[in-house]
């Protein structure tokens, strides 16, 4: 985990020399909310998915870089006064405040325009098949029918009474789909076939929702200091989350479940997939 | 022209079809800001190029609608009070001002993610190598180095003074690039090889920069009621324009020798670029 974070510091860091120009600030508040922070799941996820077919490392570090470069954008534009209005992320300012909100719109969009710019490039992987596969995979992963979207049912959460299966479908949407995306990718750059895949999106789906009931947990439950930023807003803005549907107990107990279900999806795999098991086992256990 | 506008209305029509869940907003947000406003240039340019090559008329429908998500995507969030705080766009409420910032924002990120979505996929064209050329031709013009660059720069102006090799290069980004990936896009359906493109790219250059010289001045001279939106805002804001460093006389000058430029570029093609060079001549001409 760590070596992957550092891998991808460093890509963001030659992704985002700043430049002698009036657009220095927008490159500033990109390497903000770029560099530094974050546990770098989906990244991590794209290379311990690639490592069983023993894809190029560099090519699912670019791969995780353009997913990370999307996932960055969505918590840049989030944050927003008109959308969750949060000051803080990931320890520091969030880059509305730190730069502006003109300027952290710009730095969103350009993250979202750059992550299909690494994809489209060559040096991700030789096959243009291959690329337009990641790309068409991103995409829709982020788009209204992924990321984006479970973003807009959230914000209608605030307004209506989602049942459970709303609120899966929401989550399965705002934050499994990017998770998913990952996982994709690596079975993308390791040209399994498609009917090949039902074990690894198996894994990613039960991932994906698992990831969001610890989240629930710990907004509830964890250490502000820790979390890098406010927690505990779900309740006072009036959502409806797993954990407030579910109960503490029931929820700990469905994530247990999710978690033991995610591995039970890689029974094909050996110790090759061991690194996917200990991010399931992972998401349980973190504390922020 | 009016051709084209109606089968990109048609395409954004089939690609928005509004859902029946909580996500509703968003898409009539997406359509309020895609159907019915607009020239369509871009999408005119793309099919200009491609019929050059006898290209499928579909492919270039579906890589025109592309390059529209992008320039629609840029106009809502151009719009937002934090940007440029406009109310009005194609005489109708901006998006923000009809549906609230918070869904203008996303239907601005999910228009972004449809354009790739769209490139992406086989019914754009059945080589992946063109169609990864075209995504990487649109994330590179719209991203940090071309029309999301060009608008931080356009921010910037308000703070400082810039000269005319400023504005140039800002203009080149804001509005230029996207001009010219239209172009781009064509050749590349066209599979016309890089060395091939030289007018083209010419052409799309001294298009790009016509039109803002006209849009500079219609900014001042124009009709608010035809324009559809709030005119003479650069001067309040202390920008400097071309009209504002060249005045006036010197820069319909400029626009007349930058579209004979354009057309000059075209000498390699016969009545089959027709469309083009009307195309040059519409933008010195046009009174919105």
Same mark, same amino acid.
């Given at each position: 985990?760590?070596?992957?974070?550092?891998?991808? $510091?460093?890509?963001?860091?030659?992704?985002?020399?700043?430049?002698?120009?009036?657009?220095?600030?927008?490159?500033? &508040?990109?390497?903000?909310?770029?560099?530094?922070?974050?546990?770098?799941?989906?990244?991590? #996820? =794209?290379?311990?998915?690639?490592?069983?077919?023993?894809?190029?490392?560099?090519? !699912?570090?670019?791969?995780?870089?353009?997913?990370?470069?999307?996932?960055?954008?969505?918590?840049?534009?989030?944050? +927003?006064?008109?959308?969750?209005?949060?000051?803080?992320?990931?320890?520091?300012?969030? &880059?509305?405040?730190?730069?502006?909100?003109?300027?952290?719109? +710009?730095?969103?969009?350009?993250? /979202?325009?750059?992550?299909?710019?690494?994809?489209?490039?060559?040096?991700? /992987? !030789?096959?243009?098949? =291959?690329?337009?596969?990641?790309?068409? $995979? +991103?995409?829709?992963?982020?788009?209204?029918?992924?990321?984006?979207?479970?973003?807009?049912?959230?914000?209608? !959460?605030?307004?209506?009474?989602?049942?459970?299966?709303? =609120?899966?479908?929401?989550?399965?949407?705002?934050?499994?789909?990017?998770?998913?995306?990952?996982?994709?990718?690596?079975?993308? #750059?390791?040209?399994?076939?498609?009917?090949?895949?039902?074990? #690894? *999106?198996?894994?990613?789906?039960?991932?994906?929702?698992?990831?969001?009931?610890?989240?629930?947990?710990?907004?509830?439950?964890?250490?502000?200091?820790?979390?890098?930023?406010?927690?505990?807003?779900?309740?006072?803005?009036?959502?409806?989350?797993?954990?407030?549907?579910?109960?503490? $107990?029931?929820?700990?107990?469905?994530?247990?479940?999710?978690?033991?279900?995610?591995?039970? /999806?890689?029974? &094909?795999?050996?110790?090759?997939?061991?690194? #996917? *098991?200990?991010?399931?086992?992972? =998401?349980?256990?973190?504390?922020?």
């Amino acid at each position: 985990m760590a070596e992957v974070a550092r891998d991808i $510091d460093a890509r963001f860091d030659a992704l985002l020399d700043v430049p002698a120009d009036p657009r220095a600030d927008l490159y500033r &508040a990109m390497r903000h909310a770029a560099i530094g922070g974050g546990k770098r799941l989906r990244p991590l #996820l =794209v290379q311990a998915t690639a490592q069983l077919f023993a894809v190029d490392r560099d090519c !699912a570090g670019r791969a995780g870089l353009a997913i990370e470069c999307i996932h960055v954008y969505s918590l840049i534009h989030d944050d +927003l006064p008109a959308m969750d209005d949060d000051d803080m992320r990931h320890g520091k300012p969030a &880059a509305h405040i730190a730069f502006g909100e003109a300027t952290a719109i +710009l730095a969103g969009d350009c993250l /979202h325009a750059l992550a299909f710019d690494v994809l489209a490039d060559p040096d991700t /992987h !030789a096959d243009p098949f =291959v690329r337009v596969e990641l790309i068409a $995979d +991103l995409a829709r992963a982020s788009g209204p029918n992924g990321m984006a979207g479970g973003q807009m049912m959230d914000l209608e !959460a605030e307004k209506s009474s989602f049942d459970l299966p709303t =609120v899966t479908r929401l989550q399965a949407m705002k934050t499994g789909a990017l998770i998913a995306a990952a996982v994709e990718a690596g079975a993308i #750059l390791g040209r399994l076939p498609i009917e090949g895949r039902t074990g #690894l *999106r198996g894994y990613a789906r039960d991932l994906g929702l698992a990831f969001q009931i610890a989240d629930d947990i710990l907004d509830v439950e964890g250490d502000q200091a820790l979390a890098g930023k406010a927690l505990r807003k779900d309740e006072a803005a009036g959502k409806e989350t797993f954990l407030s549907l579910l109960g503490l $107990d029931r929820a700990r107990e469905q994530l247990r479940l999710l978690v033991d279900q995610a591995i039970a /999806h890689l029974h &094909a795999y050996g110790a090759e997939a061991d690194l #996917l *098991r200990d991010i399931a086992r992972f =998401v349980m256990a973190r504390d922020h």
